[in-house]
C-alpha cells in the first residue's frame, strides 16, 4: 500500500529489520505495537481519509500472509488511511507515519481474525507483523487534483487513437458528449433500452490491435450464452451502460470505449485464451447485439 524512500536509497524489509533490532517496541492503548525503522525528515503525516501509496509485508511466525511487492510486482500498492475498526488496527499506525517513513507494526493474530478462520500457521496469541514502508502521502483534494489532470491527459491519448483508428478504418462513426465512439450496424424494433431493465446481450470483445479478450458467441472462450445484466446499474463499464441504451431489440452495433468508460489505469488478468489480458489503459472494442431487454 505504499513504498519508502530513505533519502536516495529504498529500503529492503531486511534493512528495515537490521535498523530495528536496536530499538524497542512501544505499545499504544490499543494493544497495537511499533517500532520505527526510519524517522524520515518532513511533516506530512498521513491522517483519516489521506490516500497512500506503500509497501507493506504482513507475516505471522516467519510465514507470509500478504506481500505487496509480489501482489503488485514490485510497485507501492494504493490505499485510503480508515479510522481504526478494532483495537490494534494497522490502520492507527499507518497514521503515524509520513512520507520516508519505514516502521514494524505488531499486534495479537486475534484482534486481525477477529472471530474468522486462522491460517493453519498462525495459532491465538500469535503476534502478526505489518512491514511498512511509506511512499506518498496526499489528501483527497491532492489525490483528486492529480486523478482529474492525469484522466484528463489520458482521454486526450484515448481520443487521438481512436481517431487514428477510425480513419484507418475508413469507419463512419459517432460519438457521445462522454467521448464513447459507436456505429449502429444494424436496426432493432421498439423503444430503446432503459436503466434499470435486465438486458440480455451478445458480444466480442477485443483491443485495438484486435487481440479478442472475451466472447459470448466465440467458443474457445468457454461461454457461449447470453450475457443479462442490469442497465445503468453499476454492473458493467460505464461504455456499456451507456452505449447499451443507445439499442433497442435486435440492434447490433460496434462500441470503442475509452479506457475512462472501461478499465481506466487498472489492468485486468489474462486467460488461456488471452494471455496477456487487458492492459492498464486500454481502449476497448465491443460487437454487441441486444437479444431483449425487459
Known amino acids: 500500500m ?36 526510519v524517522d524520515a ?33 514490485n510497485e507501492p500498492v494504493p490505499a485510503q488511511i480508515q479510522k481504526p475498526s478494532f483495537n490494534g488496527d494497522v490502520m492507527e499506525g ?12 505488531r499486534t495479537v493474530a486475534d484482534s486481525v481474525f ?25 489528501s483527497q483534494a ?25 480513419k484507418a478504418n475508413k469507419l463512419k462513426v459517432q460519438k457521445t458528449a462522454s467521448g464513447l465512439y459507436y456505429i449502429m450496424t444494424q436496426k432493432g424494433s421498439g423503444e430503446n433500452a432503459k436503466a434499470g431493465q435486465d438486458v440480455t446481450m451478445n458480444y466480442s470483445g477485443k483491443l485495438m490491435d484486435g487481440t479478442g479478450f472475451d466472447s459470448n458467441v466465440d467458443p474457445k ?22 452505449g447499451i441504451a443507445l439499442l433497442n431489440k435486435g440492434a447490433k452495433a460496434t462500441l470503442i470505449i475509452p479506457s475512462s468508460m472501461a478499465y481506466g489505469s487498472r489492468s485486468m488478468p489474462g486467460n488461456q485464451n488471452n494471455p496477456k489480458g487487458i492492459p492498464a489503459n486500454s481502449v476497448l472494442i465491443f460487437d454487441v447485439e441486444m437479444v431483449e431487454a425487459k
Open 114 to 138: 477477529r472471530g474468522g478462520q486462522f491460517p493453519p500457521f498462525v495459532k491465538s496469541g500469535d503476534k502478526v507483523n505489518f512491514y511498512v514502508k511509506m511512499i506518498t502521502v496526499k
Open 41 to 73: 525528515p518532513g511533516k506530512k503525516l498521513a491522517t483519516e481519509g489521506s490516500m497512500i501509496t506503500m509497501h507493506i509485508r504482513t507475516i505471522a511466525n516467519d510465514s507470509s500472509l500478504f506481500d505487496s511487492y509480489k501482489m503488485n510486482n
Open 142 to 166: 491532492e489525490y483528486q487534483k492529480e486523478q482529474s489532470e492525469a484522466a484528463g491527459k489520458q482521454n486526450s491519448i484515448d481520443d487521438k487513437m481512436i481517431q487514428d483508428y477510425v
Open 2 to 37: 505504499k513504498k519508502i524512500l530513505t533519502g536516495l536509497t529504498i529500503l529492503s524489509i531486511a534493512s528495515i529489520q537490521a535498523n530495528a533490532q536496536q530499538n524497542s517496541f512501544k505499545k499504544l492503548p490499543s494493544g497495537l505495537e511499533y517500532m520505527m525503522a
Open 221 to 242: 472462450f468457454g461461454h457461449v450464452t447470453p450475457f443479462t445484466f442490469k442497465l445503468g446499474s453499476g454492473q458493467v463499464i460505464k461504455g456499456w451502460d451507456e
Open 94 to 105: 499507518l497514521a503515524m507515519l509520513s512520507e520516508g517513513d519505514s516502521a514494524i507494526f
